[in-house]
T-cell receptor, first 114, second 115 residues
């Protein structure tokens, strides 16, 4: 079975500050890892994903994440927060890149303070 | 690019009625679609996997007689909430993998409110 733990249900940062959202996973098979963003009353938007290959993954809107197998982590970072980054962020794990369902973490709400 | 469309985006119904939510892949074919449920300020929980031409696979604890899933074609899956009650009020989201590429796409979600 696979699972995801997102540390911190709510993270607050100042505009321009570093964003760090933590995600640890558990998987008995090589994982496929995803980060999604959700704005209120909307669906999910894919930020980035790790399948195989390079462990540092760059996504949209300046976000990136690094797959660390030894730490079973896939933390999401952005060097400089923008007000528009305020949203709910979900980390997810899967056994494949798309043909199997995703298992989601509980989400982290990011607030950006002006 | 590929898009998954859900309809309706919002629906309000009376307790005891049934509501159908559609999930369409607009420019790709999907032999499988996944239905999730999201309660306010919570994560997405997988309810079931719909399979084109065969029965859906339900997750443990999900009532198959209450949440009827049909995958009638390679581009359409429907979720019917039967005899809806206020506790069924939730945000329902579908996702579909493109059977050609394996890439997964999510619908915009459907918010159900049962009065």
């Amino acid at each position: 079975a696979q699972s995801v733990t997102q540390l911190g249900s709510h993270v607050s940062v100042s505009e321009g500050a570093l964003v760090l959202l933590r995600c640890n996973y558990s998987s008995s098979v090589p994982p496929y890892l995803f980060w999604y963003v959700q704005y209120p009353n909307q669906g999910l938007q894919l930020l980035l994903k790790y399948t195989t290959g390079a462990t540092l993954v760059k996504g949209i809107n300046g976000f990136e994440a690094e797959f660390k197998k030894s730490e079973t982590s896939f933390h999401l970072t952005k060097p400089s927060a923008h007000m528009s980054d305020a949203a709910e962020y979900f980390c997810a794990v899967s056994e494949s890149s798309g043909n199997t369902p995703l298992v989601f973490g509980k989400g982290t709400r990011l607030s950006v303070i002006a | 690019g590929a898009v998954v469309s859900q309809h309706p985006s919002r629906v309000i119904c009376k307790s005891g009625t049934s509501v159908k939510i559609e999930c369409r892949s607009l420019d790709f074919q999907a032999t499988t679609m996944f239905w999730y449920r999201q309660f306010p300020k919570q994560s997405l929980m997988l309810m079931a996997t719909s399979n084109e031409g065969s029965k859906a696979t339900y997750e443990q604890g999900v009532e198959k007689d209450k949440f009827l899933i049909n995958h009638a074609s390679l581009t359409l899956s429907t979720l019917t909430v039967t005899s809806a009650h206020p506790e069924d009020s939730s945000f329902y989201i579908c996702s579909a993998p493109d059977r050609s590429t394996g890439e997964l796409f999510f619908g915009e979600g459907s918010r159900l409110t049962v009065l």
